[in-house]
């Protein structure tokens, strides 16, 4: 069965991004990236809210045309676009890059799509990540600390959010200082 797997990159105090959404402080080179083309090039589909699949689609679709993209971010471009996409939104009515709009999360159904072949299902998007977390559909936690504090902004978990205990997989270091922290749910739960 495929895993959900919770793909997301922090700072050192544990924000996704700063107060106005900035992503500028990340510590993306080409051996980070070339290990995010790697692991998500395997995924079977991306499983995005809808600020994080609008966020890709203004960079990605055309990210292989700009003349000063790196190899792995023209690696990662047809990556993305060829990827199967689940964007979930109640505002979105289309989404496109090979991407279906669905409204609400279903068990059931998430369940389903865990249950077809295929690579794993890599989850992006804090929200999108606690509606996932609260209904326990998150198989393994892939949390990657870059070496700097930003101070204020959105933070990857919020307070007030239920205890989940995991346990380590594996960890890695990147040149960068990013490291790569690895949980999953402990066998047998």
Known sequence: MRKIVLMMSVSLDGYIAGPNGELDWGRVDDELHGHFNDT????????????????????WPTADADPTSTEPMIEFARIWREMPKIVYSKTLETADWNATVVRDVVVDEVVELKAQPGGDLALGGA????????????????????????????????????????????????GSGVVLLRYRRPVGE
């Open 40 to 59: 998500l090039g395997a995924m079977g589909a991306f499983l995005d809210g809808r600020v994080m699949h609008e966020l890709m689609a203004d960079f």
């Open 127 to 174: 929200d999108l990540g606690a509606e996932f977390r609260r209904l326990d559909l998150i198989d393994e936690y892939w949390i990657y600390v870059h070496p700097v504090i930003i101070g204020r902004g959105k933070p990857l978990f919020a307070p007030g959010e239920s205890q989940v205990d995991l346990e380590l997989v594996d960890t890695r270091v990147f």
